[in-house]
């Protein structure tokens, strides 16, 4: 949890894979993409799979024999999820390099990938985007909202700041103005409001998980966010990184705190590696969610949304 890292993003046709990396120092410059992108699920009703892959930490200790070990390691989590959650295209690999370079890298030339830079305006943060899940049937209404937003680290305060807030607020606003679509979100370090809700002593309904094994290492200040999405009727789960001893999810009010599930090699803790599945289903509309581990075993299953 010392290190810090961001959710990236990037589908094959039905897969997403979401992953957070190691970033050090930022560069200049934001070359622009347009805001928002289409998911298309496959067949009518087939669901629509995300897999988180959370702290990779990818290019750590690179000029050490076990470093680059450890990417190889992590690589093999990957493919071992996706081999038993439906193989999905899989394109993961990087060195360590700096934040915004890796979303040039990721944006420009990773052409499966859905990550976006967002708003020049939410600077210093970077990757503030929303994507729409389509429907099967009618590719012109979206079944959920997807929403990107960077909680910092590194040189960076650890926040959702009031800029990135208000950014929310207003495409919400502007994109789901009734709360009729479902909204997910996804950033990687815990909101303060994780720690009110952490199971105490082992994990205990309605609380799911398996690993409860450190203390919450929260944002650093609350500046907005989880007060907009609490009074959300379409916000549905917040899932976040960081914490490599956490695996659980906690209801708060309407919404769902998940953690995902230490995927990579690298970093501190020993716990066995996997990775958090999130499975959308269109009609009627759920959200389920699952970890998948290395070994193929499966636990931890929890609707979040009927
Ligand atoms: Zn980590």
Known sequence: MTETGQFLFFTSCLYIIIYSLIISTVVVALPTKPEGYDLRPGAADAPFKIALFADLHFGEAESTEW????????TRVM???????TPGKEDCSFQGTQRLELMKNEIELNTLS??????KGLWPSVSNYVLQVLSSEDPKSAVAFLYFLDSGGGSYPEVISGAQSEWFRQK???INPDSSVPEIIFWHIPSRVYEKVAPKFGIHKPCVGSLNEEQVAPQEAEMGMMKLLAERKSAKAIFVGHNHGLDWCCP??????CFARHTGYGGYGNWDRGARIVE???KPFS?????RMEDGNVHSEVVLSP
Do not use: C, F, M
């Open 172 to 174: 919400a606003l502007e």
């Open 114 to 119: 859905h990550s976006r830079y967002g708003p």
């Open 67 to 74: 470093g680059p070990l450890q990417d190889v390691n992590s």
């Open 280 to 282: 959308i289903t269109q």
């Open 252 to 257: 708060h009010k309407e919404l769902w705190l």
């Open 287 to 291: 959200v389920k969610s699952w970890i």
């Open 79 to 85: 493919s071992s999820v996706l081999d038993h959650e």
